[in-house]
């Protein structure tokens, strides 16, 4: 009768207790790498903020009261960005469609860059650090300039600089707006009757569908926005890859990424400070009535 015997274990070489104990070396463990840091941030956070309702006073205004809109009235901060999108484009795109297309592309991202090299770096190129300031400032600056044009900024700075009114037959620059109100569109462009002509429900036995589109409408508040949220990263992308600035798809992302910060950033701040009575864009802040 044969008799099984045992296969002695394979020895482990060298290399590989090596690599072994220099992963376990480089090992970062809940507790307490993690834990104990996230403990003293609380505490720190936990006394700054006990420091800061000592020392400042909250800003008490009037009771509120149904009745009462206050003016202007304002969403919460993380919020104002979209609010101050709607001051220039179509509702609909400024408070679903952009935020869902944002967050969609933003998930998007490992997708489109998939490479492993240097995962986990906030800069993991070469050129990073210089793509990140050349987004960010594009980003801010190109939407400051964007709202800017949109309040008709550029026409008083015309007027005072010359001392004279700005040419009426270039009133449809004043601003987004300015394109629908100021130029002699034809009528039939103003009342499509796309519920007539097209969307005929009335032939499955359904009611008519009363809807005239307008077309300038139609081209200031969503055309001409969707054209530029889409073009100008892309014209800037391509810009920076011509510029040998950008080359792969991490480069890329980086550019963007830090231009949608910057944009998001510059939206907040201008809905919270520099957004009026009336939404007007002027110097503004709730500080004023912290004395009533």
Excluded: C
């Excluded at 509120?64 to 901060?77: C, M």
């Excluded at 792969?248 to 963007?256: A, G, S, V």
């Excluded at 910057?262 to 004023?288: D, E, K, W």
């Amino acid at each position: 009768m044969a008799v099984a015997q045992s296969v002695p274990p394979e020895p482990v070489s060298q290399a590989v207790r090596g690599r072994q104990r220099r992963q376990r070396e480089e090992e970062l463990l809940v507790w307490p790498d993690l834990v104990f840091v996230e403990f003293i941030s609380a505490v720190v956070f936990t006394i700054s903020l006990l420091v800061l309702s000592v020392l400042v006073n909250s800003i008490l205004l009037d009771q509120a009261n149904p009745n009462v809109t206050p003016n202007p009235s304002k969403a919460p901060w993380y919020f104002l960005n979209l609010q101050e999108l709607l001051l220039h484009m179509h509702p609909a795109l400024a408070g679903v469609i952009v935020p869902t297309v944002a967050l969609v592309a933003l998930g998007a991202i490992p997708y489109f860059d998939n490479s492993n090299e240097g995962q986990g770096s906030w800069f993991a190129t070469p050129r990073s650090k210089a793509i990140t300031v050349v987004g960010a400032l594009v980003g801010s600056i190109g939407s400051l300039l964007l709202i800017l044009f949109d309040a008709s900024k550029h026409v008083q700075l015309y007027e005072s600089l010359t001392g004279a009114k700005w040419p009426e037959q270039l009133n449809w620059l004043r601003s987004l707006r300015a394109i629908q109100t100021d130029i002699a569109w034809p009528e039939a462009l103003t009342k499509v009757p796309l519920g007539s002509k097209v969307l005929r429900t009335d032939l499955l036995g359904l009611p008519a569908i009363d809807l005239n589109v307008n077309l300038p409408g139609v081209l200031v508040e969503q055309i001409i926005p969707t054209t530029m949220m889409i073009g100008l990263p892309l014209l800037l992308s391509l810009v920076a890859w011509r510029a040998t600035l950008a080359r792969t798809r991490r480069d890329h992302m980086i550019l963007m990424f830090s231009g949608f910060i910057a944009v998001y950033v510059t939206l907040t701040v201008v809905g919270t400070f520099f957004r009026g009575p009336g939404q007007n864009l002027v110097p503004y802040s709730i500080f004023v009535d912290s004395n009533h």
